[in-house]
């Protein structure tokens, strides 16, 4: 049994999704970071780093518990536990790999620079909303690029690298920070990947917690105040 330690945020999304996709059993359990869980004692033990998601893998290598966090390492996790979501021949697998740490050294920061500086920062600074909205572009441009000449990101089958970059283009293009018009193969992919009931699945967990509306000076000062900085 996996247990699941989340919030609906792309980066937990991502682990919900690969968890459907590969059928595996999971229970969730609920870090609220906009009240602080993320600091509770009992999941910086989990994550010294005190970011969503995380895992425990009770049935892990050698039939010991495995904790883990940072969700591209909990992604090839679970592709290799499975044997399935990650290409099998070598070179096959390294491209998969590449382009998710494309995602994970550019999308997922760029894109949520881009969302904080739109969204959550207290003030508008320009300079820091052009800097991270043209870089959102420009990674828009190279995932059209190879879209347009392979179906999905590591070629011809859907892989974790799909899953970890598939949450962040949904979430930006629903709030209307990033438009696919000039991204037809990006567009294809994305209503693709968004068709398959296991993505549902995956992106009803938790579904309901999410935050509407304006963020709360709390919970700007949990998610990137001093509360956020503070020595544990």
Known sequence: MIELFTWPTPNGQKVHIALEELGLPYTVTAVNIQEGDQFKPEFLAINPNHRIPAIIDQDGPGGAPLPLFESGAILIYLAEKSGALIPADPAGRYICLQWLMFQMGGVGPMFGQANHFLNAAPERLQYAIDRYTNEVARLIRVLEKRLAAAPYL????????????????????????VSLEGAPSVQRWHDAIDARPAVARGLAVLADRRRTGPISDRARDILYGATQHAAR
């Open 154 to 177: 590591a070629g011809d089958a859907y892989s974790i690298a799909d899953i970890a970059t598939f949450p962040w283009i949904r979430s930006a293009v629903a709030g209307g920070r």
